[in-house]
């Protein structure tokens, strides 16, 4: 996972600034945010997408991972004071829009979000 962007973040090879992190998440804002607040939440350990969780963490790890993947994006968004709202967003494969191969939840917050998305 040499070359994985978001391996170099957890292992501070590349200067982020974490805004919040626990046992198995970190997250930071991301880098061409498209809403005034739009932060990713990714797991410690690499996992390519969605598709991938059970092969990566075996499946009773993983549903506990990707429950408390939820529980801590909303931990985030109150933090952040998005109490009107927010958009959770997981990107996966190349027709879901991933761009970056290593897990991460989109929060999405501090404007009106239409549906359905482009
Ligand atoms: P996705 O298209 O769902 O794979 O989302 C990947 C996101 O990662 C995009 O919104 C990018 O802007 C964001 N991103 C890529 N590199 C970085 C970085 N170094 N720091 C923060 N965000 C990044
Ligand atoms: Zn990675």
Known sequence: MNDC?????????LPTKIIFENDDFIAFNDIK??????????????I???WEVEDTLGALHATSLLG???LTAKEIAEQQHLDEG????????DNGGQ???????H???GRFH?????
């Not at 498209?34 to 939440?41: E, G, K, Q």
């Not at 239409?114 to 482009?118: A, L, S, V, Y």
């Open 68 to 70: 408390k993947l939820l």
């Open 86 to 93: 927010f958009r959770t967003v997981i990107n996966t494969g």
């Open 48 to 50: 390519k997408n969605l």
């Open 107 to 109: 929060i999405l917050g």
């Open 5 to 13: 962007i978001f391996c170099k973040i957890v292992k501070k090879e």
């Open 99 to 105: 761009t970056v191969y290593h897990l991460h939840l």
């Open 33 to 46: 945010p498209v809403s005034p607040t739009h932060i990713l939440v990714i797991p410690r350990v690499h």
């Open 114 to 118: 239409k549906w359905p998305p482009g």
